[in-house]
Nanobody, 116 residues
Framework: QVQLVESGGGLVQPGGSLRLSCLAS???????MGWYRQAPGKQRELVATITRERRTNYADSVRGRFTISRDTAKNTAYLQMNSLKPEDTAVYYC???????????WGQGTQVTVSS
């Protein structure tokens, strides 16, 4: 089992920035880490992923504004969010997949609210 703990969410004005962190703990090696988000009334959607080799993938809606990174040795992923828009408002969930695995582990989520 893997436990994921997110932090860094909060209230920010449009155009502002936030940095989310996700610490993964457990006895397995993690392959992919990433971030999803779920806005009110919408399905959970992919935001960004990063592999153990630091290959990244972004949703079109955040590419150029968000940057995902990780410290592999610490099993920690980060999401730097710049130029935030009201439509970025959502609960952001950290996820991780073990080496050789196909099941996502999930954190409990952290609220990001972008509002003037």
């Amino acid at each position: 089992q893997v436990q994921l703990v997110e932090s860094g969410g909060g209230l920010v004005q449009p155009g502002g920035s936030l940095r989310l962190s996700c610490l993964a703990s457990g006895s397995i090696f993690i392959n992919v880490m990433g971030w999803y988000r779920q806005a009110p009334g919408k399905q959970r959607e992919l935001v960004a992923t990063i592999t153990r080799e630091r290959r990244t993938n972004y949703a079109d809606s955040v590419r150029g504004r968000f940057t995902i990174s990780r410290d592999t040795a610490k099993n920690t992923a980060y999401l730097q969010m710049n130029s935030l828009k009201p439509e970025d408002t959502a609960v952001y969930y950290c996820t991780a997949v073990a080496l050789g695995g196909s099941t996502n582990y999930w954190g409990q989520g952290t609220q990001v609210t972008v509002s003037s």
